[in-house]
Protein backbone atom coordinates (compact mmCIF):
# COMPACT_ATOMS: atom_id res chain seq x y z
CA UNK A 1 0.00 0.00 0.00
CA UNK A 2 1.46 3.26 -0.59
CA UNK A 3 0.62 6.00 0.91
CA UNK A 4 0.99 10.34 -0.45
CA UNK A 5 1.20 12.68 2.01
CA UNK A 6 0.43 16.66 1.03
CA UNK A 7 1.88 19.29 2.93
CA UNK A 8 2.37 22.98 2.14
CA UNK A 9 -1.26 24.74 2.36
CA UNK A 10 -2.28 27.52 4.07
CA UNK A 11 -3.82 31.20 3.09
CA UNK A 12 -2.23 33.15 0.86
CA UNK A 13 -3.09 36.54 -0.25
CA UNK A 14 -3.25 37.43 -4.28
CA UNK A 15 -0.25 37.46 -6.11
CA UNK A 16 1.64 35.70 -3.13
CA UNK A 17 3.14 32.03 -3.92
CA UNK A 18 3.40 28.25 -2.02
CA UNK A 19 5.25 25.44 -2.35
CA UNK A 20 3.25 21.92 -1.93
CA UNK A 21 4.91 18.98 -1.62
CA UNK A 22 3.29 15.53 -2.21
CA UNK A 23 5.72 12.31 0.14
CA UNK A 24 5.50 9.01 -1.53
CA UNK A 25 6.14 6.28 1.05
CA UNK A 26 7.59 3.98 -1.90
CA UNK A 27 9.56 4.74 -4.70
CA UNK A 28 6.51 5.07 -6.92
CA UNK A 29 7.03 8.34 -8.52
CA UNK A 30 10.18 7.59 -10.40
CA UNK A 31 8.20 4.80 -12.25
CA UNK A 32 4.99 6.69 -12.43
CA UNK A 33 3.17 9.66 -13.59
CA UNK A 34 2.31 11.86 -10.87
CA UNK A 35 -0.52 14.36 -10.58
CA UNK A 36 -1.81 17.55 -8.55
CA UNK A 37 -5.62 17.73 -8.72
CA UNK A 38 -7.66 20.32 -7.10
CA UNK A 39 -11.43 20.48 -6.05
CA UNK A 40 -12.96 23.59 -4.84
CA UNK A 41 -16.66 23.43 -2.90
CA UNK A 42 -19.23 23.06 -5.74
CA UNK A 43 -16.51 21.90 -8.24
CA UNK A 44 -15.39 18.57 -10.21
CA UNK A 45 -11.86 18.17 -9.69
CA UNK A 46 -9.82 18.70 -11.94
CA UNK A 47 -6.24 18.18 -13.07
CA UNK A 48 -3.57 20.93 -12.30
CA UNK A 49 -0.22 19.41 -13.55
CA UNK A 50 1.21 16.20 -13.84
CA UNK A 51 4.93 14.97 -14.27
CA UNK A 52 5.65 11.60 -15.71
CA UNK A 53 8.83 9.41 -14.83
CA UNK A 54 11.00 10.55 -17.27
CA UNK A 55 10.11 14.46 -15.90
CA UNK A 56 7.72 15.30 -18.64
CA UNK A 57 5.06 17.93 -17.52
CA UNK A 58 1.95 19.17 -18.46
CA UNK A 59 -0.57 22.04 -17.19
CA UNK A 60 -3.87 22.82 -16.86
CA UNK A 61 -4.64 25.81 -18.94
CA UNK A 62 -5.96 27.96 -15.77
CA UNK A 63 -2.02 27.67 -14.70
CA UNK A 64 -0.11 27.61 -17.44
CA UNK A 65 3.12 29.74 -16.60
CA UNK A 66 2.13 30.58 -13.09
CA UNK A 67 2.54 26.18 -11.36
CA UNK A 68 5.73 24.44 -12.08
CA UNK A 69 5.50 20.76 -11.02
CA UNK A 70 8.63 19.24 -10.29
CA UNK A 71 9.93 16.05 -8.75
CA UNK A 72 12.94 14.64 -6.51
CA UNK A 73 13.40 10.40 -6.95
CA UNK A 74 15.58 10.24 -4.50
CA UNK A 75 12.85 11.89 -1.80
CA UNK A 76 10.27 10.21 -3.21
CA UNK A 77 8.37 13.90 -3.20
CA UNK A 78 6.38 15.32 -6.12
CA UNK A 79 6.24 19.42 -5.49
CA UNK A 80 3.88 22.20 -7.21
CA UNK A 81 5.30 25.71 -6.89
CA UNK A 82 2.62 28.09 -7.16
CA UNK A 83 3.00 31.58 -8.02
CA UNK A 84 0.97 34.77 -8.89
CA UNK A 85 -1.96 33.04 -6.67
CA UNK A 86 -5.51 34.33 -7.42
CA UNK A 87 -8.32 33.91 -5.48
CA UNK A 88 -9.63 31.35 -7.96
CA UNK A 89 -6.77 29.25 -6.81
CA UNK A 90 -8.07 28.46 -3.91
CA UNK A 91 -9.30 24.64 -3.59
CA UNK A 92 -8.20 21.45 -1.39
CA UNK A 93 -4.90 20.09 -3.63
CA UNK A 94 -4.27 16.33 -4.12
CA UNK A 95 -1.70 14.40 -5.20
CA UNK A 96 -2.26 11.61 -7.07
CA UNK A 97 -0.07 8.22 -8.69
CA UNK A 98 -2.74 5.80 -10.06
CA UNK A 99 -4.28 4.34 -8.40
CA UNK A 100 -3.83 6.27 -4.77
CA UNK A 101 -4.57 9.61 -3.82
CA UNK A 102 -3.26 11.67 -1.42
CA UNK A 103 -5.89 13.09 1.79
CA UNK A 104 -5.39 16.58 0.54
CA UNK A 105 -4.13 20.05 1.88
CA UNK A 106 -6.06 23.36 1.71
CA UNK A 107 -5.28 26.71 -0.23
CA UNK A 108 -7.00 29.67 0.08
CA UNK A 109 -5.96 32.62 -1.68
CA UNK A 110 -7.88 35.54 -0.03
CA UNK A 111 -6.88 39.21 0.99
Known amino acids: QVQLVESGGGLVQPGGALRLSCAAS????????AAWYRQAPGYQRELVASITHGSSTSYGDSVKGRFTISKDNTKNTVYLQMNDLKPEDTAVYYCGVYPYWGQGTQVTVSS
Open 26 to 33: GSIISIDT
